[in-house]
């Protein structure tokens, strides 16, 4: 899908700054209100030789929105092509043109297409830059009221309820505040299992369509977000829309456990793994004794 020709003849289109002149940049956009978009992006958009977009749908919706005419090429760019098209944008820029990368919303290549690209013009010594704006990382974390001076990115939590056990187990002793994604349809679950993980009592806030109309913020502990999350489910309306959930480090010093260990390793066994593996697993991840985390696992059964 390709964009209509500018009704502006190309010579008078104001030359882009030379930072961008046979450059790729990654463009962050709104990641819900239009206000937030920048006058660069505004600008870009309207530049440059071609716009690669995780949706090429949502880009136009997005222009219109902004009120901008997209003059040059555009084309798809997302988890299921950006490999293969990499090479193909970078000839763009090693001529000399400007490739504008966009997400569907906030900056590429933070748990959206733009890594591939960015890595390849790296090998390629071609030229990357970037127009900086919009993150639902760090709007949730300024907004969760947690520390906000170390913190550490996860991502999406894993969809399989083994995975996501042993993958947040692996996170209990982090000592930064951790950031994550999450669908609605999962948040209910994976609350409930970084309670199991990290405690009932730890710290979180979890946020939902930052910027939008409905934006919310959930605080509390991990035990009050999860009796909200039930309650809600309960009534048919649960936490819905695009969330980051926040959650407090472990304290400095707070050494869990064997004991503080058991409820882990038993959601872990729930969720179809093998007890043996949990433990080693646990065990290993909190620096306690296998002997001693296995026997009192057994005995809590």
Do not use: Q
Request: proline content about 6%.
């Amino acid at each position: 899908m390709t964009s209509e020709p500018s009704a502006v003849p190309a010579d008078e289109r104001r030359p882009a700054p030379r930072a961008e002149v046979g450059a790729v940049v990654l463009a962050a956009t709104p990641i819900g209100n239009a206000e937030d978009a920048s006058p660069r992006l505004r600008r870009l958009l309207a530049e440059a030789d071609v716009v690669a977009a995780e949706d090429t749908r949502r880009l136009h919706a997005l222009a219109a929105r902004l009120g901008v005419t997209v003059a040059g090429r555009v084309t798809s760019y997302h988890e299921h092509n950006e490999e293969a098209r990499a090479d193909e944008l970078l000839d763009v820029v090693a001529d000399g043109g400007t490739v504008l990368v966009v997400s569907d919303a906030g900056m590429p290549a933070v748990s959206d297409p733009g890594y591939r690209v960015v890595a390849r013009a790296v090998e390629r010594d071609l030229r990357v830059t970037a127009a900086p704006g919009p993150s639902a990382v760090l709007t949730a974390l300024a907004l969760s009221g947690l520390p906000t001076d170390r913190f550490t990115f996860e991502g999406f939590v894993p969809r399989k309820a083994g995975e996501r056990s042993r993958w947040l187990g692996a996170l209990a002793a982090e000592p930064r505040t951790m950031v994550f994604f999450e669908a609605p349809h999962r948040i209910t679950d994976t609350l409930h299992a970084m309670a199991d993980a990290f405690g009932a009592d730890r710290a979180a806030a979890v946020c939902r369509e930052l910027t939008k109309t409905y934006e919310e913020v959930l605080r509390g502990s991990l035990a009050d977000v999860v009796a909200e999350a039930d309650a809600r489910a309960a009534h048919g309306d649960g936490l819905r829309g695009e969330i980051c959930v926040v959650v407090g480090g472990a304290p400095a010093g707070a050494a869990p456990s064997v004991e503080d260990l058991v409820p882990e390793v038993l959601a872990r066994v729930r969720a179809g793994e093998r007890l043996k593996a949990a433990v080693a697993d646990v065990a290993t991840a909190a620096g306690v004794p296998k002997r001693d985390l296995y026997a009192a696992a057994l005995a809590a059964k």
